[in-house]
């Protein structure tokens, strides 16, 4: 291209189960302000999606030339450690294909009984709403969370079917927003989303915005909920170690008898979560799968974990 200022590098690697979360992982270290998704293909055909296949995406400044080494020597070792990660497709972009190049993976998605989400860019009359539909307009940008991944799915169900009318809610890396603003159409009475990225916060406001909710909103991440009584629910769909490493900050952000909404979990990681949770006071563990993936929900139990002998 005659004008490589403007240009930008569209990195993108079909992949499966465990490893999609390690190429979006690389992405997410490796990719700057790059936009990070994963696509489940054939999401909205009506198409099997118990064995989803994924794109996972980067987007990359084309004179930035160290990022892309970064990420293709990235994908070089990831292949030595997951053999079924296939060479990455590589593509120039013009600045003015790159801001909709990841626009095209998205369309209209029904997930459970009454969520409806819009990409913000289509018209409603183009998705048939139903009366019921509880509609969810998004916007993702660099943030996770389009409700193509499994794992937002699987918790916006969850959310669906045990979420009561006035609960509170805490959403810990709350990304686009999507699931705190699925809480708020819901019914939730008050709605707080934490992250540790800046860039997710503002896109999360931006949703927030564009749905006509208020969300509480915190880029310092669940010390933001330190303060604020426990939440009737909670929800973190972020990396199942993130999760087991905040399991007491989980416990204690959870009032008694609340209920734990976690996902991003894979099918091998859940007895070591569940383990892990236990140990904090969650019990009555149920939990729900696709593909390789699962949101574990659990119930705190009224009874504080016992402190570690010095």
Known sequence: MDDASGAYIEVSVPVDGEAAEAVCELFERCGGGAVVEIRVRDAISGHDLSQPEHWVRTYLPAQDVEARQRVEEGLWYLSRIHPTIPEAAIRELSEANWA???KAHYSPLRIGEHFLVLPSWIDESEA????DDRILR??????FGTGLHP???LCLIELEARLAPGDRVLDVGTGSGILAIGAMRLGAGEVLGVDIDPR???????NAAINGVSLGLSAEGIDAAAEASPFDLVLANILAGTIQALAPALAARTRAGGLLIASGILDTQVEALRSALAEQGFEDFDARQEGDWIALCARRSGQRPAAAAP
């Open 100 to 102: 909709e190049a990841w």
């Open 138 to 143: 998004l916007d993702p940008g660099m943030a």
């Open 151 to 153: 794992t937002t799915r």
């Open 128 to 131: 048939s709403p139903r009366p």
């Open 200 to 206: 997710a916060i503002q896109i999360a406001a931006d």
